[in-house]
């Protein structure tokens, strides 16, 4: 069925609230991206004229196919090479949505998105759409052809799944920025003991690099271990400027609203280092490093403006 102009354009105006739904729940923003596609042909297959209420119908459409893509990631990621970690967003991605309230800018921080790879598809459904686009339980549970109550339990549920993984209070970005300027300083001396004092006793280190780009599956873990890693990382080596082909510009930037590391060769993106910056110190740093997981970035940094990097890596 052709579409007219005017009812393309009635979809083109929900596009980007549609495209931040579907990279909460997927955690990846191509595949958001090929979602909020397949709404569109389902939109354009159908009587719009009859649709009485768009934004819901497209909403309930779209969580629909995140939620057949969820299930069927399982399987997938079953055969991943190496560990999956989420899609960073650089700072000013429309896909990162409404950012309004401290719940809507929690529910897509990094560490959030690796939580919500914990839920099962309807819990991470109803987590998202009530905590991060504050719909009501009633149209959450039309959309998910569940009861209210229902979709309230599983709210309450998937909240406390959340809340357990985040045992520790996060800081605010201002603060994150400087102990994170501070670790890198820490890292290109060479020494150790510094960085530990940054880090939480339990600190882990993780890279995806999607069988694409060398990355540790297993996860460093413990300060000394990941002090040891990061001071590595940064250690210049002929060999790491030859496997990559030069020595990456290293910036602190901001991704999925926190301070992150990125690393830019030749104007790309080749690596998004968030860290997790506790009130007991830096929790975490989650490397996403497969180039795949980065074209989305490299587009956002070319457009953006930025100043002089940090350091040459390597």
Known sequence: MSLSTKDADRFGAFVPRLEAIAY????????????????FLRWQAADVERIEVPEAWLTKVLTNLCLNQLSSARVRRETYVGQWLPEPLLAGDSMLGPADTAEQRESVSYAVLVLMERLSPNERAVYVLREAFEYPHREIAEILD????ASQQIFHRARKHVADGKARTEIDEAAAKRIVEEFLAAATTGRTEP??????ADAIAIGDGGGKVPARAKAFEGALAVAKFMRGLFKPSEAKRALIGGSPEVYIATANGAPAVVAVLKGQVIGVLCPEVTTEGIAAFRNQVNPDKLERASRRWAADGHG???????
Not at 24 to 39: F, I, K, M, P, T
Request: charged share 25%.
């Open 24 to 39: 909460r729940l997927l955690g990846s923003a191509s595949e958001a991206e090929d979602a909020v596609q397949d709404a």
């Open 146 to 149: 569940i009861t209210e109550a």
């Open 195 to 200: 960085l530990v004092r940054l880090l939480t």
């Open 308 to 314: 002089e990097p940090l350091f040459n890596a390597f």
